[in-house]
């Protein structure tokens, strides 16, 4: 009886873990969602200076994305107004 117990108390545990991983990827998909352009030109960027390149055009443009999505962010939206001003590019 004293193992049927222990195994149940395993098994809450591991469901406590998937939990909260679910959570941190949803998490992490909405700040992406947000953000993934301008990740995406800081990324650009980095690349260029390594390889020796100029990056500025790549750092005006996470500037101005970086501007986009935090208004986007203080946005309220409804269902009505969802993937409507998206950029073809994303």
Not at 17 to 33: F, L, Q, R, T
């Amino acid at each position: 009886m004293n193992n049927l117990f222990s195994q149940h108390q395993r098994g809450q545990g591991m469901m406590e873990y998937v939990i909260i991983v679910a959570m941190i990827a949803v998490a992490a998909i909405g700040v992406y969602s947000v953000f993934g352009q301008t990740i995406r030109n800081q990324t650009s960027g980095l690349a260029n200076e390594v390889a020796g390149k100029p990056a500025q055009a790549q750092i005006q443009a996470a500037g101005t994305t970086a501007q986009t999505a935090a208004t986007r962010a203080n946005t309220k939206k409804g269902m009505s107004e969802y993937n409507k001003d998206n950029d073809a590019g994303n």
